[in-house]
């Protein structure tokens, strides 16, 4: 890594590579993220029903998916819309774990639901609009849970290892970071996928970084290109939504896959990954030799 970055992010030590620290391997129940294996999470926005949750966790098992994602605590741009279901949803999550052996991640939007969330969740999902949320970030920082942490809409990347650092001060080494867009004058898209990001986060941080393509695009037309290129700019894994019926889902059913659409991304991706697994065994020679 470069000394002009170092200093350009001096502010956030710990969470950039220094000599031997190359990588966090993040671990979750079988798992290390930011490992060698890319690590597919696919859900849907939010926890609905068992039906649904089942359903939709049963079918990414089977094709490639290790955790499953599903909000029971949603952020909503409208006070009105459906908010979750909250310790229900937490249950339903707990029980889909328990039927398929994927590992559950859902977001934690408030300091007082930490306790609760982290009994239900094996890696806690920080939201974009609470990212800069310090008081949070400590409290779910401490619950010794990994944390994956969605970059703010209008968050820099220092402001996101900034998020990172706090985390890491409050004794949490686990930090997955996430790309999933960030707003621009751009409306044509819901946000503006930002895959240099990804690829600076790779060269700077030795934390784990995935990519979110369904909230960094809002078109599930847009998603598996999106998937592709966040694999080819260096993502350890993806977070996908998918939906049995996404024009039916009560939250970001136009960007969620349905099962056929996330079987189809699944394999456009497979050239893809093997190309990363190809580049990691080159570079892990290439640190080696260098001792
Ligand atoms: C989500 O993952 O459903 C979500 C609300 O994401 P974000 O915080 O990135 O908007
Ligand atoms: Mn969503």
Redesign the pocket.
């Known amino acids: 890594m470069r000394e002009t970055w170092h200093e350009r992010f001096a502010e956030t030590p710990d969470v950039l590579k220094r000599g031997q620290r190359q990588r966090t391997i993040v671990p979750v129940l079988d798992m290390a993220i930011g490992g060698g294996e890319f690590i597919v999470m696919a859900g849907p926005?939010?926890v609905e029903t068992e039906a649904q949750l089942m359903a939709t966790a049963n079918h990414v098992r089977r094709n490639g998916a290790r955790v499953l994602?599903g909000?029971a605590f949603?952020?909503?741009s409208s006070p009105y819309a459906f908010q979750g279901l909250g310790l229900e949803g937490l249950k339903l999550l707990a029980r889909a774990r328990e039927e398929t052996g994927l590992a559950i991640v859902t977001?934690v939007m408030s300091e007082n639901d930490v306790p609760m969330v982290a009994e239900y969740a094996d890696i806690l999902?920080?939201?974009?609009?609470?990212?800069e949320n310090y008081s949070l970030l400590e409290t779910a920082a401490r619950a010794g849970r990994p944390l994956l942490l969605?970059?703010g809409?209008m968050a820099t990347v220092a402001d996101m290892l900034r998020s990172a650092q706090m985390v890491l001060d409050n004794g949490n080494p686990n930090v997955i970071l996430?790309e999933?867009?960030i707003r621009t004058f751009e409306t044509a898209t819901r946000n503006t996928f930002d895959v240099a990001a990804i690829a600076l986060l790779k060269q700077i941080s030795h934390l784990p970084v995935i990519a979110?393509p369904?909230?960094a695009s809002g078109h599930r037309d847009l998603v598996p290109a999106l998937a592709r290129i966040g694999v080819a700019a260096g993502a350890d894994g993806l977070?996908v939504?998918v939906h049995p019926d996404p024009d039916k889902a009560w939250?970001?059913g136009e960007q969620s896959l349905n099962f056929d659409g996330f079987d189809e991304m699944i394999a456009s991706l497979a050239p893809y990954v093997a190309l990363r697994r190809q580049e990691i065994a080159v570079s892990e020679r290439v640190l080696e030799a260098v001792g």
């Open positions: 926005c939010a994602r909000g949603k952020p909503r977001e999902q920080i939201g974009s609009r609470n990212m969605k970059r809409m996430c999933r867009g979110d369904s909230h977070i939504e939250s970001d």
